[in-house]
């Protein structure tokens, strides 16, 4: 197979460009990736002379780069590029319109026009909005109730994948997964964020109580996920993607401050995230049922893994911390709770 990855740069698409190179020996992956302040090569330093990989340096939503990625054609299309941060889409949504829904229809349209034979859309359980316990869970079939300019951004570009299964018949299927973790995931999402304030000796901010909860999935069950689904996935179809591995935003804290040997004296509380979601929980049966897959990393255990990977590979982080997100941090979290009228 050859397979256009786009976001290949970022956290979960270069983690799968590692896994489809290892597993299968004679697949060949082009990346097409912006380089976003979230993409970032050295995540590929071990395969970027891999004859069997390309990098193309485009933007998903306009149609000349990925006509230039895509070349004569391919066999699929795994469309991992997006704007991923809700806190950045809460206080710029532009840039998440752009990529998440019209660089989706970019794509969608070289699909449409023959040029990869099926798409696989990545998206996120955020699209369905939130759950009230730990028990009601979303199926495929739960309506969209997007809370933020991001997830609404994601929905918009789902929404488009449907539409053009139902009208035109184009080839492509659409997963939504719970919250992903694990190594190279860039330091503003929680684990990271956390994991890399303390090995600083920073403090680490809770929003609001911590009460909030999250479902997660280690970075190698995801990659067999989409492994399952871009082989025998039915076209068309929507999959859920979840391990029912359910923990609030306090239990990880508790957890990572364990493992790094620190105290809760680390922890400071902020103003919450404004339309913050209390919980997400995903109902995988279909998935499982049909495409043989089940989740095998115990949260514990890919945490641990987790965290032990930041510890050892600091030169990564930090560099990361030093640069684009400094900039960030001193325009937008320095003063977070004035710019979101939190005070
Ligand atoms: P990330 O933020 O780490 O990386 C995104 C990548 O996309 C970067 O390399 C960036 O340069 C690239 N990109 C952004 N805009 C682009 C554009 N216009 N054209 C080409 N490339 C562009 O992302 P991630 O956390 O690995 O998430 C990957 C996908 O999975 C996203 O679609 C996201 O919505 C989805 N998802 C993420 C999670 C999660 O917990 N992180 C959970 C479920 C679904
Ligand atoms: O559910 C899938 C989604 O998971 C993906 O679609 C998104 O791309 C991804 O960013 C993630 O969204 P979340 O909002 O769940 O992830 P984040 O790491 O930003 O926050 C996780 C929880 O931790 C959330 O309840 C907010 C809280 N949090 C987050 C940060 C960054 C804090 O308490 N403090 C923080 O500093």
Redesign the pocket.
Known sequence: MKILVTGGAGFMGSNFIKYVLEKYPDYEIINLDKLTYAGNLENLSDIEKNPRYIFVRGDIAKAEDVAKAIGAGVDAIINYAAE????RSILDPRAFLDTDIYGTYTLLEAVRAGKAGRMVQIS???VFGMVHDREEEFTEETRFDPSSP?SAS?AGGDLMCSAYFRTYRTPVIVTH???FYGPNQYP???IP?FATNLLEGKKI???GQ?D?F?EWIFVSDHCQAIDAILHRGVLGEVYNIGTRQRKS?FEITELILNLLGKDEDQIEYVGD?PG?DFG?AVNPDKLMRELGWKPEVDFAEGLAATIEWYKNNEAWWKKIKSGEYQKYFEKNYANREELLNLK
């Open positions: 991923t941060h809700v806190d996120t359980d955020e991001y994601k997964s719970c919250n503003e999402k929680l964020l901010p809770v929003y911590g909030q999250r935003n995230r913050h997400y």
